[in-house]
């Protein structure tokens, strides 16, 4: 089974609007990751959150970790196009291991 | 700094055949990993390099191993090439082990026919 769940899989939201996608963890949290990409390309590394409670944000876009929840989100903020893509969250689940990755959230910014 | 080179960018191969994928870490990062990623299975981890020694791997069969040099880069291959092999391979440098952020290549798009 997944060891980290994001949802939703997909997201179509109109330019402006605001957005959250969640990455849930079947395990302890070491650290949680965020990262951004492109169809077909590397992964663009957006956010390392690893404290319980610990919030970070980069421009428009706002992560958070829930360390009891084993839960994190990434909000964006009056979405614009370039914020479309993949999103995907990867985990620290074995303490020093490597990262773990949920199968992405898909995200389109229509105009 | 330069990020993560990875060559080829793309490679097209015959089932059986055997490939050799690099990677070249950031500068001072001694720390790789390698990922395959599919549109059905996402991304998922094959194996990690730290000062030339693997220090953990993923669950895939021993067709696909890999190595690193004393200059940190990296290489994987994948021997007797099956259909299902066909993904993007990307490879990720940490300038540690274990808990620290890793930055991508732009990975290398292998189709096996």
């Known amino acids: 089974s997944q060891e980290l769940e994001q949802s939703p899989q997909s997201l179509i939201v109109q330019e402006g609007k605001n957005l959250t996608i969640n990455c849930t963890s079947s395990?302890?949290?070491?650290?949680l990751y965020w990262y951004k990409q492109k169809y077909g390309e590397g992964l663009i590394f957006l956010m390392m959150l690893q404290k319980g409670g610990e919030e970070k944000s980069h421009e428009k876009i706002t992560a958070k970790l829930d360390e009891k929840k084993q839960q994190s989100s990434l909000h964006i903020t009056a979405s614009q196009p370039s914020h479309a893509g993949i999103y995907l969250c990867?985990?620290?689940?074995?303490?020093?291991?490597?990262?773990?990755f949920g199968k992405g959230t898909s995200l389109l910014v229509t105009p | 700094k330069a990020g993560v080179t990875q060559t080829p960018r793309y490679l097209i191969k015959t089932r059986g055949q055997q490939v050799t994928l690099s990677c070249s870490p950031i500068?001072?990062?001694?720390?790789v990993s390698w990922y395959q990623q599919t549109p059905g299975q996402g991304l998922q981890f094959l194996f990690e390099y730290f000062s030339e020694t693997q220090r953990n791997k993923g669950n895939f069969p021993g067709r696909f191993s890999g190595r690193q040099f004393s200059n940190s880069r990296s290489e994987m291959n994948v021997s007797t090439l099956e259909l299902g092999d066909s993904a993007l391979y990307l490879c990720?440098?940490?300038?540690?082990?274990?808990?620290?952020?890793?930055?991508f290549g732009q990975g290398t798009r292998l189709t096996v026919v």
């Open positions: 500068s001072g990062h001694r720390s």
């Open positions: 990867g985990a620290d689940t074995n303490s020093g291991y490597a990262l773990n």
């Open positions: 990720a440098s940490s300038p540690r082990a274990g808990r620290a952020e890793a930055f």
């Open positions: 395990k302890t949290l070491y650290g």
